[in-house]
């Protein structure tokens, strides 16, 4: 579990809170003109992270630095704090989110692009742990990610949150892991694209249940009225598809090709 610690220590101190003076939103749309400033947690792997090297790096990354190049933009990669994401998009600090978001239940929140990826809401227990199903959660410590897909699906799934012993909010996944391993908690609620590359590339003695919590789709979310530059991003993300760029870039982290975008 070194590299979880690495990484959290490491993302503590890159990332940093945006400055108060960012510039506003552009006429056209963008948080500056020329550039393409995409939001994420930088505490995200594999969508999006800090490299051992200190340099931001991911799947969503690669994908959302491919747009930009075809936009003829300059692609600035913003960490934040994900439960202000709200705020940094609609104040003009970043163009949009792209970081494994999430589009079901925020429909109406955002101004999407088509989706490109499928996702799961899982657990994620000690394999040795004993636990095998979601009721055997009962009476169990289970964190989730603030404001995150996750803690929605638990919420609208109020008779299997209400046999927990203690829900516990945490500020990213990397530190949910170090609280698992620990066993400072007994589960995790997460994305399920998240939680196998972590198990893989950690060799953690974790393990994924088999019943999820809920199915959703991954979109990049643009703050409602910036419809021009996510309909830019649409027609990239489609003619990376056609071209085979997608499958790719897909390959290139996973192994096969998982994006949904035909």
């Known amino acids: 579990m070194k590299k979880f610690i690495t990484a959290v220590l490491t993302a503590a101190m890159l990332v940093m809170p945006l400055a108060a ?8 749309g963008s948080a500056s003109a020329g550039t393409f400033t995409v939001g994420f947690d930088a505490e995200f792997p594999p969508m999006g992270f800090v490299a051992e090297d200190g340099s931001y790096t991911g799947f969503d990354l690669d994908l959302a630095a491919e747009v930009a190049d075809r936009l003829g933009r300059e692609f ?8 202000s994401k709200d705020q940094e998009l609609n104040s003009g600090n970043i163009d949009c989110i792209w970081n494994g978001f999430t589009i079901s239940g925020r429909e109406e929140s955002y101004a999407w692009t088509e989706a490109y990826m499928a996702n799961n809401q899982v657990v994620v227990v000690n394999a040795d742990s004993g636990i095998a199903s979601l009721a055997d959660l009962a009476g169990k410590t289970v964190a989730v990610q603030k404001d995150s897909s996750g803690l929605a699906a638990l919420e609208e799934n109020a008779d299997l949150t209400a046999t927990f012993a203690e829900l516990v909010q945490v500020d ?22 998240v939680a196998r590359y972590q198990i893989q590339q950690s060799g953690s003695n974790f393990e994924v249940l088999d ?37 790719r870039i897909s390959n290139e982290w996973f192994g096969e090709d998982i994006t949904t975008i035909g």
């Open 76 to 83: 600035v990669a913003q960490p934040i704090a994900w439960d």
């Open 172 to 193: 990213d996944y990397l530190n949910a892991m170090m609280e698992l391993e620990t066993g400072a908690v007994d589960a995790i609620v997460m994305d399920e694209i």
């Open 211 to 247: 019943e999820a919590i809920a199915a959703e789709e991954y979109g990049v979310g643009f703050a409602i009225g910036n419809e021009a530059l996510r309909d830019e991003v649409q027609a990239a993300l489609e003619d990376m598809a056609a071209d085979g760029t997608l499958a």
């Open 21 to 28: 003076c960012s510039d506003a939103a552009t006429e056209d």
